[in-house]
């Protein structure tokens, strides 16, 4: 399936995959405005084994066939703390929960 990728500017690692270039209209409007302006940064022929950085190219395929277009949103923040208070119990054998 041949798509165009378009990437937000107003949210970081925010990318829009649609079947036709500059075809917004199966695209929702307030996920438009949300997105901002779309910058198109590929063209790409996405097929089912294709690899994809973040997401699996069938449910790129499966949702622009679906809804017309797939969102890819960045994947969710670290929180380092969490993750150093987890590591740091383990490691130390610490069970106490109010670290």
């Known amino acids: 399936m041949l798509c165009a990728v378009y990437k937000s500017i ?8 649609i079947e036709k270039k500059d075809d917004f209209e199966p695209v929702p409007e307030p996920l438009l405005i949300q997105f901002g302006p779309p ?25 622009i066939r679906k809804d017309g277009f797939y969102l890819q949103l ?8 969490v993750e150093h208070k987890k590591w740091r119990k383990k490691k130390l054998g610490i069970f106490n929960e109010t670290d």
Do not use: C, E
């Not at 107003?10 to 995959?17: N, P």
């Open 10 to 17: 107003r949210k970081s690692q925010t990318y829009l995959f």
């Open 74 to 81: 960045p994947p969710p923040s670290v929180d380092y703390l």
């Open 39 to 63: 910058k198109l940064i590929s063209l790409l022929n996405i097929k089912a084994d294709s690899k994809l950085a973040m997401t699996d190219a069938n449910t790129v395929i499966q949702s």
